[in-house]
């Protein structure tokens, strides 16, 4: 059981936005500790998509966007592609758990 | 950019410990701070703990007694040693560089991950 709560999946068509939640508590992402976004493609390392709530590293498309409010923060995809077809999971820090947690993974499925 | 690869023993038995070795390439040890995380299979990821370039380290709570980071500036290496493993602890191990700021801690550059797998 993961502290940060994602949806197992999320589905679209190319060229469609999609958006994923993460849903903490007040110990964390209530607590105003940033969310960090990751994707992992099929076979390869994990890759920072957002950090700090909404920024992009250098080389990630501006396709990818990051956003947090109250508990909960949430990474949208537009212009939905092929290539995007991966894990993607969202980690904050934990204050009562003198921590890093993460959301336990969202399968983004393009149609 | 940084490059990281763990190694290791891909089989550990139950009671012993686990032994892993993360090399980093592209760039220094000696400017961050470098760290450990872990994902069972069909499960989420659960961060480990973190070692600063000059030897301090942080360790999740949960595997505190059991854990030990150690570095090697002049090899590029830092490892993680686990002890007294259960099949709990079969998984699939990263090594990640870490990023501290006042409101946000995160992960830059990840490993491709090692299977370990705690069996007799």
């Known amino acids: 059981q993961s502290v940060l709560t994602q949806p197992p999946s999320v589905s679209g068509a190319p060229g469609q936005r999609v958006t994923i939640s993460c849903t903490g508590t007040?110990?964390?992402?209530?607590?105003?500790?940033?969310v960090h976004w990751y994707q992992q493609l099929p076979g390869t390392a994990h890759k920072l998509l957002i950090y700090?709530?909404?920024n992009r590293p250098s080389g990630v498309p501006d396709r990818f966007s990051g956003s947090r409010s109250g508990t909960s923060a949430s990474l949208a995809i537009t212009g939905l592609q092929a290539e995007d077809e991966a894990d993607y999971y969202c980690?904050?820090?934990?204050?009562?758990?003198?921590?890093?947690?993460f959301g336990g993974g969202t399968k983004l499925t393009v149609l | 950019q940084v490059q990281l690869q763990e190694s290791g023993p891909g089989l550990v038995k139950p009671s012993e410990t686990l032994s892993l070795i993360c090399t980093v390439s592209?760039?220094?040890?000696?400017?961050?701070?470098w760290s450990w995380i872990r994902q069972p299979p069909g499960k989420g990821l659960e961060w480990i703990g973190y070692?600063?370039?000059?030897?301090?380290?942080n360790y999740n709570p949960s595997l505190k007694s059991r854990v030990t980071m150690s570095i090697d500036t002049s090899k590029n290496q830092f490892s993680l040693k686990l002890s007294s493993v259960t099949a709990a602890d079969t998984a699939v191990y990263y090594c990640?560089?870490?990023?501290?700021?006042?409101?946000?801690?995160?992960?830059?550059?990840w490993g491709q991950g090692t299977l370990v797998s705690v069996s007799s």
């Open positions: 990640a560089t870490y990023e501290a700021y006042s409101s946000g801690h995160f992960f830059g550059y």
């Open positions: 592209g760039g220094s040890l000696s400017t961050s701070y």
């Open positions: 070692i600063h370039y000059r030897g301090s380290t």
């Open positions: 007040s110990s964390n992402i209530g607590a105003g500790f940033d």
């Open positions: 700090g709530n909404t």
């Open positions: 980690q904050s820090y934990d204050g009562s758990l003198s921590g890093v947690v």
